[in-house]
């Protein structure tokens, strides 16, 4: 069975630190999708990036960053220089590449970042 | 814009009633997802459609029935079967994936608060 683990349940930080939020993946498939969601106050899922299990390449997007390690099968997420609009619940999710299967996500991680 | 709509943003439900909550999309998506999110445990998949006039139980789909007419418009009720029926409930699309090709994204609603008088 697929599962996604995100064992930090809340974190919070001052404004301008580093934090990185811990994403830590189970699944037998070889071929395998990962992604992050940011979920503000609003309410609504924002895609974040989307990795598959072939690209183990490390991301950097602005102020964002993802480390992807299939020997740990982890796939943590790092902010850096965070700010108060970081603020939100962020979850990590696997797919799969067979079928239309939908996502298992962890069950997140609430960041607050205070300034 | 294209997007996906989610109402109303709150639902209050009395015991013993049926309620309806609406998700409808204009991306031309062919797969859609119903979501319930509870203080701490994630999203949890209700029921999910690849294609019109078919859908799939998901995780947890006692106590809840969708339907799938229309391509833009997919549909959950509440039935009261659901006895806890207090949560988040997020909407979701997706382009069909096809065999080989890369699984698409999600693309989410703003989602419906649904309590319990």
């Known amino acids: 069975a697929q599962k996604v683990t995100q064992a930090q349940t809340e974190i919070s930080v001052v404004e301008k630190e580093d934090v990185t939020l811990d994403c830590v993946y189970e699944t037998r498939d070889t071929t395998y999708y990962l992604f992050w969601y940011k979920q503000p106050p609003s309410g609504e899922l924002v895609f974040l990036i989307r990795?598959?299990?072939?690209?183990?390449q490390n991301e950097i997007s602005g102020r964002y960053s993802w480390n992807f390690q299939k020997s740990t099968s982890s796939f943590n997420f790092t902010i850096t220089a965070s700010q108060v609009v970081d603020s939100a619940v962020y979850f990590c999710?696997?797919?799969?590449?067979?079928?239309?299967?939908?996502?298992?996500f962890g069950k997140g991680t609430r960041l607050s970042v205070i300034a | 814009d294209g997007g996906i709509t989610q109402s109303p943003k709150y639902l209050f439900r009395k015991e013993g009633q049926n309620v309806t909550l609406s998700c409808e999309q204009n991306l031309n998506h062919d797969a859609m997802y119903w979501y319930r999110q509870d203080p701490g445990q994630g999203l949890r998949l209700i029921y999910y459609?690849?294609?019109?006039?078919?859908?799939q139980k998901g995780d947890i789909a006692e106590g809840y029935s969708v339907s799938r007419e229309k391509k833009e418009s997919f549909p959950l009720t509440v039935t009261s079967a659901q006895k806890n029926p207090t949560a988040f409930y997020l909407c979701?699309?997706?382009?069909?994936?096809?065999?080989?090709?890369?699984?698409?994204?999600?693309?989410f609603g703003s989602g419906t608060q649904l309590s319990v008088l």
């Open positions: 979701a699309s997706s382009m069909r994936r096809r065999r080989g090709a890369t699984n698409e994204k999600l693309f």
């Open positions: 999710a696997l797919s799969r590449n067979s079928g239309n299967t939908p996502l298992v």
């Open positions: 990795r598959n299990s072939f690209d183990e």
């Open positions: 459609s690849q294609i019109v006039n078919d859908f």
